[in-house]
Each structure stands twice: as C-alpha cells, then as structure tokens.
C-alpha cells in the first residue's frame, strides 16, 4: 500500500537556523514526490517536486529537497529560516491507481513550521 | 495567466441544505481537482475531473458530486448537508490527468450549523 508519513506535526526554529521537514513515503513504484505550503488563510503552493530526474530538487523561497531511494525518504531543508516560512507543509506521493497514466495523489497530514525572531 | 480562482470565498449553510461551489482553472489546463480539508487535517481527494468527465474519486459519498465544462471550470455540489462537511474546500488545476504540478485556488470556507 502507498502511504506518506511526515514525522514532525510541529516544528519550531530560530529565524537563521536550518529548517528540516521529514517525509518518509510507502510506494511500490517509483514516486513522484512533491512539498507543498499552506500560509495561513492562503491557498496550496506548490515548492518542489520530484519526478525521477535528479534526486536533489530545489525549490522557491530557498527550500530544498532530498530523494533517498534506500531511505524511502524525501526530507525538505531550508539552510536559514525566514519569519516568512512560517506556514504548513504538506509532503505529497503520487502513485499509480492503475496501468497507465492514471495516478493520485496521497498526502501527508502535514507539518506546521513555527519561525522565531 | 490567470491563476486558479474560486467562489464563494465563505459560505453558510444549515444542515440538510444543498451547496453548489465553483471553480476556474488556470489558463490552458483541462484537469480539475477538488479536495475537502478540514480544519487542522491535511487535503483529502474528492474527485478528478478531465476533459469534462470524472476521473477517480476518493472515498466521499455519492452526495457530493461535480461537473466539469466545456472551458474546463468546474462545480462542486453537496447535497444533504451534514456539520462534517464544514470544511475548506480546495480546487487545483493541471494539464493531463498525470497530476505532477497542481496549482491550487484559494478555497472556499464552508460552514454547517
């Protein structure tokens, strides 16, 4: 079964400290992996994505995003965090639903970064 | 470029009421997705719909349905309202039915009492 687990439900950092977002993902196939971010009272934003290309992915606003194959992993970072970051971070798998094109989308239960000053 | 766009930005209504919501796609996509998120949860799939038919459906009952036009914007209804239903309701758009980017709307904030 296909499954995406984020480890952290909240996160608090220090404006100018690492961020890390952790994303273990479930999927018999090779995924498609996606971050998104939720501000407050605002839409999904779509940050990175990966689609078997390069297993680093780098994404707006500076985040940046790990695929590990043997880790079944795909870790959001941010190397200095910004007031501006605070919001909620869904990690998203799509995964087939049959043979072909046909595929879903199956989200984590999010992470909600907090961004000291 | 237009972006995703959505209306009502809020809504209330009472149990047992039926909701129509709506849904502009972005400039030149032809898949539409909508997603229920209640508060503090994250977006759960209710259905797809691609060139005007649906396309998978996540586990919601038959009450809510949706249709989709000829320029690609979208509805969604709720029939026979329940206080579960109160929820932000999510629309996203994307080319083809391969969701590798969506780019969603704002939402609309459904209230039942």
């Known amino acids: 079964a296909q499954s995406v687990t984020q480890l952290d439900s909240h996160v608090s950092v220090s404006e100018g400290t690492p961020v890390l977002l952790r994303c273990n993902y479930s999927s018999s196939y090779s995924p498609s992996l996606f971050w998104y971010v939720q501000h407050p009272n605002k839409g999904l934003q779509l940050l990175l994505k990966?689609?078997?290309?390069a297993t680093l992915v780098k994404g707006i606003n500076g985040f940046e995003a790990e695929f590990k194959k043997s880790e079944t992993s795909f870790h959001l970072t941010k190397p200095s965090a910004h007031m501006s970051d605070a919001a909620e971070y869904f990690c998203?798998?799509?995964?087939?639903?049959?043979?072909?094109?046909?595929?879903?989308?199956?989200w984590g239960l999010g992470t909600s970064l907090a961004v000291n000053p | 470029e237009t972006g995703v766009t959505q209306s009502p930005t809020h809504l209330i209504k009472t149990r047992g009421q039926q909701v129509t919501l709506r849904c502009s796609s972005q400039?030149?996509?032809?898949?539409v997705s909508w997603y229920q998120q209640a508060l503090g949860q994250g977006p759960q799939f209710i259905f797809q719909?691609?060139?005007?038919?649906?396309?998978g459906r996540g586990n919601f009952p038959p009450r809510f349905s949706g249709l989709q036009f000829p320029n690609y914007s979208s509805e969604l209804n709720v029939n026979a309202l329940e206080l579960d239903d109160s929820a932000l309701y999510l629309c996203?758009?994307?080319?083809?039915?391969?969701?590798?980017?969506?780019?969603f709307g704002p939402g609309t904030r459904l209230t039942v009492t």
């Open positions: 990966y689609t078997s290309a």
């Open positions: 998203v798998v799509s995964v087939s639903r049959n043979a072909g094109n046909n595929r879903k989308l199956i």
């Open positions: 400039s030149g996509h032809n898949t």
């Open positions: 996203a758009s994307s080319l083809g039915i391969a969701p590798y980017e969506q780019y």
């Open positions: 719909y691609y060139r005007e038919e649906e396309n």
